[in-house]
């Protein structure tokens, strides 16, 4: 609001300084002398009221608080030395387009900001809540406590980030992770507030309340953004305050210089106040905030929070990736990969195994269940189950003693798995689970973490954007580092394994001694490496907050393509950075050397300073929209094997098949 009523105030100032202008230039030159005269010197009045006067009492506000000289007075008093030496209508051109440029500035760099912070708006202010009595009651977003569950119609905003408890839809989730396309999610998986249920009737249980939300921590990620200012942009303040010491003293010594080589005081004080307008470094000091500005809102549009323009810049010089494997390049979930059958019947199999492995909490039993369920194979019933640590799961069947594990576990029951089809899924890459019967060894079916789809892709990317070196670190085994480092288009020298979060941290500091890295992980484990990198990036969508607050930068969608985008757009803006600066210079030189050599008229200066604070405005809000890539992302196309299909249903509520893609070995 307050910002609202600044804005306001400067646009209210600005027209009446416009209007006193016009008003001022149409008396002179329409009417007579009888009239004009007064007129005249009330539309004066007006501009040095309305550009004059606020900007004065700011930059005396800055000079007594702040011990700090303001670029504002430069402009007061070059035109108050105008109109003392009677360029009244110089003086008030300068005025006029001085307000002019601050009020766009003020409404450019504003724009900027409000991009991200405008998600505050989507926030649903009631929600739907479930009582424990199960009747449905509707309370203020504040109210919804973690555990509380919630409905969602089609249409509705998600009040709280939660996890649905029932139910299956789409949804739009464009404003939180700039992902344009629909993303579908059941039960189980997380939703964000703010995002839109498209379809279907869905309970979510409430996880994070609104302080501790996905926006929350956005607009908290903002907000800390803005006040940690960029290397450049500290550099630009610093300099600008002492270089404005710099002209005040400069303008002293042209007035001095020229009256004693024997021009008029009126000349000398006109060619002082030239100079005063041609050296103000305003297009200097803006040019790197203005660019910072917008590339920070344009990454938060776009799902990526930096926290300062320091962490843009630096990913912008950052030649080394690593990346943590798990949760990160991979989707941190196991699915099942492969399933053999030594008689053929694979639905019996998966039924048997479901069965038993239905009453296990481990993650592999949970994807053997959930390709079960997608199969639409019933569990077989299995009763006495007992867990074998470290080897498996053993239970009673109506034929027999069923069992499932390792190959511990089938050395343990006396079976054998010396078998060609079975010995062929042992090469350590992935999970065996061993499926016996009795004295009979039925079959086996193997468990991996799965890629990220675009994963790949933002890997070639980043490659082909100049990237030197990207390293995968894992705390994995090595054949599963190798099959998903291959999978990646990584070379075993670039593949690290079997490592400790100690060891992460280390590896990153060698890596530091050479170049800029950058660490990308999500887990708590994590934590560590991403605080030691130049830059440390979390997956902030899946990521623990452990890792984003150690982070620099947050990710939130499991998008990988924009990581790849991100360094894109730090590269871009350090280019804007630099043609922003080498203009503001370059311009700044020709004024000043054209006032000092060559009669600068004052009104051509005042055109030069507030044009070109203006062009650089205007180049670094270019980063406000992103340039589309040359070539989009390709995202791996699906593994086609005989008599195995994955068709995508046109109805996001109709039940999903997977195939099978067997991983490259």
Not at 445 to 471: C, F, N
Request: hydrophobic share 50%; charged share 20%; with cysteine.
């Amino acid at each position: 609001m307050q910002g609202g009523l600044q804005v306001n105030a400067s646009v209210f100032l600005t027209v009446l300084t416009l209007s006193g202008l016009v008003l001022a230039v149409a008396s002179f030159w329409l009417l007579g002398d009888d009239v004009s005269g007064w007129l005249i010197l009330i539309g004066l009045g007006l501009v040095y009221l309305g550009g004059g006067l606020p900007a004065a009492c700011r930059a005396l506000k800055v000079l007594w608080q702040e011990r700090v000289l303001d670029i504002d007075l430069l402009m007061v008093v070059a035109a108050i030395a105008a109109a003392a030496v009677g360029a009244h209508f110089e003086g008030a051109v300068l005025l006029t387009l001085f307000s002019v440029s601050t009020t766009l500035e003020g409404w450019a760099l504003g724009r900027a900001r409000r991009a991200v912070e405008a998600l505050l708006a989507l926030r649903p202010t009631t929600a739907l809540r479930r009582e424990p009595d199960g009747s449905i009651r509707e309370v203020p977003v504040a109210d919804l406590r973690v555990n509380d569950i919630v409905i969602l119609r089609p249409g509705d905003r998600v009040p709280a980030d939660g996890v649905i408890a029932s139910g299956r839809g789409s949804f739009d989730e464009a404003n939180i992770t700039g992902e344009s396309m629909p993303v579908t999610r059941e039960s189980g998986q997380p939703v964000f507030e703010a995002t839109i249920n498209l379809d279907g009737s869905i309970e979510v249980v409430v996880t994070k309340t609104i302080t501790e939300s996905t926006v929350a921590r956005m607009v908290a990620l903002v907000t800390e953004a803005q006040a940690a200012k960029a290397p450049s942009e500290r550099f630009s303040a610093w300099f600008g305050q002492r270089y404005t010491l710099a002209v005040v003293g400069g303008a002293i010594i042209v007035f001095a210089v020229f009256y004693w080589l024997g021009n008029d005081w009126e000349n000398a004080l006109y060619r002082s106040a030239t100079l005063l307008v041609a050296a103000s470094p305003c297009a200097i000091v803006i040019s790197v905030p203005a660019a910072i500005l917008s590339a920070l809102s344009a990454a938060g549009r776009n799902g990526v929070l930096f926290k300062g323009g320091a962490a843009l810049e630096t990913l912008a010089t950052v030649d080394t990736f690593a990346f943590d494997k798990t949760g990160t390049l991979t989707t941190g979930k196991a699915v099942l990969t492969e399933v053999v059958a030594l008689d053929g019947d694979q639905q019996r199999l998966l039924s048997l195994l479901a069965g038993i492995e239905g009453h296990s909490e481990h993650h592999s039993a949970a994807a053997i269940c959930q390709e079960a369920a997608a199969r639409s194979i019933t569990p077989a019933e299995v009763t006495d189950v007992l867990t074998r640590p470290s080897a498996g799961i053993v239970g009673q069947h109506a034929d027999g003693v069923l069992w499932a594990g390792n190959a511990r576990l089938a050395s343990e029951m006396g079976e054998s798995i010396d078998h060609p089809a079975l010995q062929a899924l042992a090469d350590g890459s992935q999970t065996v689970i061993y499926l016996g019967l009795g004295s009979t060894v039925l079959g086996a079916v193997t468990v991996a973490d799965q890629l990220r789809p675009t994963s790949a892709s933002s890997l070639a990317a980043l490659r082909e954007s100049g990237v030197r070196r990207i390293w995968m670190m894992t705390g994995d085994r090595r054949p599963v580092a190798l099959r998903i480092g291959r999978e990646l288009g990584l070379s075993p020298d670039e593949i690290h394994a079997d490592m400790l979060p100690e060891d992460k941290v280390r590896m990153v500091g060698e890596l530091a001694t050479t170049g800029k890295v950058a660490f990308v992980g999500d887990g708590v484990n994590d934590a560590a490496a991403l605080a030691r990198a130049d830059v440390g990036i979390a997956m902030g969508a899946a990521g623990s907050d452990v890792a984003i607050q150690a982070a620099d930068v947050a990710l939130l969608s499991e998008e990988m393509g924009k990581l790849a985008e991100a360094h894109r757009l730090a590269r871009r803006t350090a280019l804007i950075i630099k043609q922003n600066l080498t203009f503001a210079l370059s311009a700044m030189a020709i004024l000043v050397l054209g006032g000092l050599f060559f009669d600068l008229p004052l009104p051509l200066a005042v055109i030069g300073h507030e044009g070109g604070t203006l062009l650089v405005v205007l180049n670094g809000l270019r980063l406000l929209s992103l340039p589309p890539r040359k070539e989009p992302l390709a995202r791996p196309q699906p593994v086609q094997q005989p008599g195995r299909t994955e068709p995508l249903p046109a109805d996001p509520r109709a039940p999903y098949h997977r195939k099978l893609p067997r991983p490259s070995a």
